[in-house]
């Protein structure tokens, strides 16, 4: 608790350095906005990874590697569903914005599940 106090009270006093993190414009490179980037990859058939955690209201991509279309769609209820996504291209969907565990499917190929955690 003091610790924090001091540090709030450093920042309050601020010695003008203007210069914040901000990094300069040259970062073309794959620089990440915010975090890591919630990613689902098709692979062979198979949903990578097959549990994900994400948080609520995240999105999510998918990137489909096969060859035939396939679906990420929730097992319960319409908590989210990308509909076909055809081989070789990607979908995005949002996570659902509550909490828990959500099992999920291709619709195509109903054998293949995964499960997306949001907390
Ligand atoms: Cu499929």
Do not use: W
Request: with cysteine.
């Amino acid at each position: 608790m003091c610790a924090l106090l001091a540090l709030v009270a450093c920042t309050g006093n601020g010695n003008g350095n203007g210069a914040n993190t901000t990094p300069g414009p040259t970062s073309t490179s794959s620089a990440t906005p915010q975090g890591t980037e919630a990613r689902i990859t098709i692979k062979g058939f198979n949903f990578m990874p097959a549990d994900l955690k994400v948080r609520p209201g995240e999105k999510i991509t998918v990137s489909n590697f096969d060859s035939a279309p396939h679906t990420v769609t929730a097992k319960e209820g319409s908590a989210f569903d990308t509909g076909n996504i055809e081989g070789g291209q990607s979908a995005t969907f949002t996570a659902p914005s509550k909490p828990g565990s959500y099992p999920f499917f291709c619709s195509l190929h109903p054998r293949m599940t995964a499960t997306l955690t949001v907390g």
